[in-house]
């Protein structure tokens, strides 16, 4: 009886909009749950990364397979093609990344076509002073270096709300500043071959001279995202389960 009064002409609006509320909270608890297995794909990839002994570059390995493992690198820095990533923050202050080019020590005298120079964020510098490449050649580090850091995969979409990287307009052949690191954009102004990955280096504490190495903390945790898939599904069971006795109250009190 209280299912065909569902779906009487003078509830079937209703109906309707009660099963379609379930609906979408039904589908909300199932994104949340695949927001969960994502993040604990990307939890136990982060941590086997971090199990793993730094790997030596150059090395015949996948390395977009590898984000956030710790490498080792020297080579030699080229700074007549660097460029920074804006909109970065130290604390309060606001300035760029510096990204260079790090000829790797097999390739640091005769470069192959094999791609043997990665990119490497050297860290933050600040705003000021520094709004052409020239004034970036202060924090030039020549000869051979010793580095180690993780490895960051490109960025082929802006942050969420952020905007993108200008294109390059007639008779420009590079942009200096990025928003940020489209390794697929930026290997085309590069006179020749880089690694698919750019590595970031180990932040040093004691370190107060730009620039500054950066590596985001990592929340390892599975956040919110099984409660919030509970209450969707919990909402949901309301809609659905309190819906007839709601309509069965409003029947009766018409009598």
Request: neutral net charge; glycine residues 6%; aromatic residues 10%.
């Amino acid at each position: 009886m209280i299912i065909r009064r569902m779906f009487s002409r003078s509830w079937i609006v209703a109906t309707f909009l009660v099963i379609l509320g379930a609906l979408v909270c039904t589908r909300l608890g199932i994104w949340q749950l695949d927001r969960l297995a994502e993040r604990r794909v990307f939890n136990a990839h982060v941590i086997a990364m971090r199990a793993t002994s730094p790997l030596d570059l150059p090395a015949q390995a996948d390395l977009t397979q590898m984000e956030w493992r710790t490498v080792r690198l020297n080579g030699m820095y080229d700074f007549e093609n660097q460029i920074a990533i804006r909109n970065q923050f130290n604390g309060n202050q606001y300035g760029y990344h510096l990204i260079t080019p790090l000829h790797l020590s097999d390739t640091s005298t005769a470069l192959s076509a094999s791609g043997t120079t990665v990119l490497v964020d050297r860290g933050w510098i600040p705003a000021d002073g520094n709004s052409t490449p020239a004034d970036w050649r202060k924090y030039d580090q020549p000869g051979q270096i010793a580095l180690s850091g993780v490895v960051r995969l490109s960025e082929t979409n802006p942050p969420l709300g952020g905007e993108s990287d200008p294109t390059l307009t007639p008779g420009r052949t590079q942009l200096d500043f990025w928003v940020f690191v489209n390794m697929e954009r930026i290997a085309k102004q590069i006179p020749y071959p880089i690694l698919p990955v750019y590595i970031q280096l180990d932040p040093d504490p004691n370190r107060t001279a730009p620039p500054i190495p950066y590596q985001p903390e990592l929340d390892l945790s599975e956040g919110p995202h099984q409660g919030y898939a509970i209450q969707w599904f919990t909402f949901a069971a309301l809609l659905l389960g309190g819906y007839p006795f709601y309509l069965k109250k409003q029947e009766s009190e018409k009598k």
